[in-house]
T-cell receptor
Framework: DTGVSQDPRHKITKRGQNVTFRCDPI?????LYWYRQTLGQGPEFLTY????????KSRLLSDRFSAERPKGSFSTLEIQRTEQGDSAMYLC????????????FGSGTRLTVV | AQSVTQLDSHVSVSEGTPVLLRCNYS??????LFWYVQHPNKGLQLLLK??????LVKGINGFEAEFKKSETSFHLTKPSAHMSDAAEYFCVVSGYGMRFGAGTRLTVKP
C-alpha cells in the first residue's frame, strides 16, 4: 500500500490525558501536513513539514500541541492535557512539495475526549 | 492570504440532473485550486485541480470545473448526477498548507 497511513483510526481518551498520533506519508513525498476537521467543517490547517523541518504552524496549534518529523519520514502529533474541544478528526497528508500536485490524505484519526 | 468561500452549504439535486457547486476564491497571486470529495467515513479524494494551464479542468467521475479570473470563481459542475455522487465537496486553494472551504453537502434524490 503506497498511500498515507494514520494510526490509530480511533482514540477515546479522558480529559487531561495526553495522546499521540502517527502518520506515515508516501515514501517519496517530502512534505507532510496535519489538519483538523470538526463535524460539519472543512479541514483546518495545523502545521506542515518539509523533510524534518517544521515550516509553518497555524495559530490553531496551541502550546498543548506538538508535532515532530524527526527523520523526515513519519510524523507524530501529540496533544497534551486534552480538552473536550480537541475532539475532532485529525488528518495527515503528504505531497511532493509542488503546489500544483495536490495532496494525498490519510483516512484520519478520530479523537474523542470524554 | 488565500481563502475560498463555498457559497452553498447544502445542494440537493435529482438523479440525472446537472450539479453546480459554487466556489469563490481570494488570492494575492495566481492560485492553484482544487476540488476534493469526502464520502461518509472515507478519506478525502482529489477530484480535479487547476494549475494555470487550461481554464476548464476535467476531473474524475465526470466532474469538471472552470477557472474564471474575472469572477474569482472555480465552480464545480457535472452534467448528470448519480446517486454515488452524494458526499461532501471541498474547494481548496493552495499555499503553504492548502486552505479548505467549509464544504458543500451534495444530496442526490432518486
Amino acid at each position: 500500500d503506497t498511500g498515507v497511513s494514520q494510526d490509530p483510526r480511533h482514540k477515546i481518551t479522558k480529559r487531561g490525558q495526553n495522546v499521540t498520533f502517527r502518520c506515515d506519508p508516501i515514501s517519496e513525498h517530502n512534505r507532510l501536513y496535519w489538519y483538523r476537521q470538526t463535524l460539519g467543517q472543512g479541514p483546518e490547517f495545523l502545521t506542515y513539514f518539509q523533510n524534518e523541518a517544521q515550516l509553518e504552524k497555524s495559530r490553531l496549534l496551541s502550546d498543548r500541541f506538538s508535532a515532530e518529523r524527526p527523520k523526515g519520514s513519519f510524523s507524530t502529533l501529540e496533544i497534551q492535557r486534552t480538552e473536550q474541544g480537541d475532539s475532532a478528526m485529525y488528518l495527515c497528508a503528504s505531497s511532493t512539495g509542488q503546489f500544483e500536485g495536490g495532496y494525498t490524505f490519510g483516512s484520519g484519526t478520530r479523537l474523542t475526549v470524554v | 492570504a488565500q481563502s475560498v468561500t463555498q457559497l452553498d452549504s447544502h445542494v440537493s439535486v435529482s438523479e440525472g440532473t446537472p450539479v453546480l457547486l459554487r466556489c469563490n476564491y481570494s488570492s494575492s497571486y495566481s492560485p492553484s485550486l482544487f476540488w476534493y470529495v469526502q464520502h461518509p467515513n472515507k478519506g478525502l479524494q482529489l477530484l480535479l485541480k487547476y494549475t494555470s494551464a487550461a481554464t476548464l479542468v476535467k476531473g474524475i467521475n465526470g466532474f469538471e470545473a472552470e477557472f474564471k479570473k474575472s469572477e474569482t470563481s472555480f465552480h464545480l459542475t457535472k452534467p448528470s448526477a448519480h446517486m454515488s455522487d452524494a458526499a461532501e465537496y471541498f474547494c481548496v486553494v493552495s499555499g503553504y498548507g492548502m486552505r479548505f472551504g467549509a464544504g458543500t453537502r451534495l444530496t442526490v434524490k432518486p
